[in-house]
């Protein structure tokens, strides 16, 4: 972003021969252009710009789950503790119930 604007200030200052920058050569007015398109495959290449878009997405999400159970009267930081506690007994319980399937297929026949 910092490309295109100083791109776009120094195109401003060229076609309006303000100061230094009406002597200078094309070239070097459009460079930052050219870094700008640059640095954009960079980033589009290194998949810098999916992640924030993921992380973006994924704050929403969040905002959106805790809007949705302040609406419905619940404390959204009460109920992921809850969960959180909840879940533990669950898993270790199951862990005992659990059994394994090639165990359960030998006792069919």
Known sequence: MAFLIL???LLAMKLAEFGPVAQWAWLWVLA????ATLW??????AGLTQRRAMD????RK???????LEALGLDPRRDSRARRGSRVPAIAAGN???KDPTAV???KF
């Open 56 to 59: 973006k997405m994924e704050d």
């Open 62 to 68: 969040i905002e959106r789950r805790n809007r949705n």
């Open 105 to 107: 297929a030998a006792e």
């Open 96 to 98: 005992r119930a659990v």
């Open 32 to 35: 930052p252009f050219g870094l």
């Open 40 to 45: 954009w495959a960079i980033a589009d290449g």
């Open 7 to 9: 791109g776009l200030a």
